[in-house]
């Protein structure tokens, strides 16, 4: 089992930056491919970005790339978010994972571990 709890979100307007951070527990971190996801109201949870057990590869979704950055201290069991140029469109519960599979990152299916999501508001 691995527990994961995220922090670091928040209420913010437009063109702000937040990092969201991913505290892990209960196994070997470095194990598992991470990543991070998000759910707006009435919409389906979508990828947002993830890297690899190394942190040798990271992906991002196309909504995001350029402003949000994916990086993991594997000596810390934490994986982070940094997103830059935040939009009202970025407003949603963002939940990170943890697979021990690198089939593929972007697939919410190929997680195994959820934390609970924290909440991410952007302001016009």
């Known amino acids: 089992q691995v527990q994961l709890v995220e922090s670091g979100g928040g209420l913010v307007q437009a063109g702000d930056s937040l990092r969201l951070s991913c505290a892990a527990s209960?196994?070997?971190?470095?194990?598992?491919?991470m990543g991070w996801f998000r759910q707006a109201p009435g919409k389906e949870r979508e990828f947002v970005a993830a890297?690899?057990?190394?942190?040798?590869?990271?992906y991002y979704a196309d909504s995001v790339k350029g402003r949000f950055t994916i990086s993991r201290d594997n000596a810390k069991n934490t994986v982070y978010l940094q997103m830059n140029s935040l939009k009202p469109a970025d407003t949603a519960v963002y939940s990170c994972?943890?697979?021990?599979?690198?089939?593929?990152?972007?697939?919410?299916?190929?997680?195994?571990?959820w934390g609970q999501g924290t909440q991410v508001t952007v302001s016009s």
């Open positions: 209960g196994r070997t971190f470095s194990n598992y491919v």
């Open positions: 994972a943890a697979t021990y599979r690198e089939i593929n990152p972007m697939g919410a299916p190929w997680y195994d571990y």
């Open positions: 890297m690899t057990r190394s942190g040798g590869s990271t």
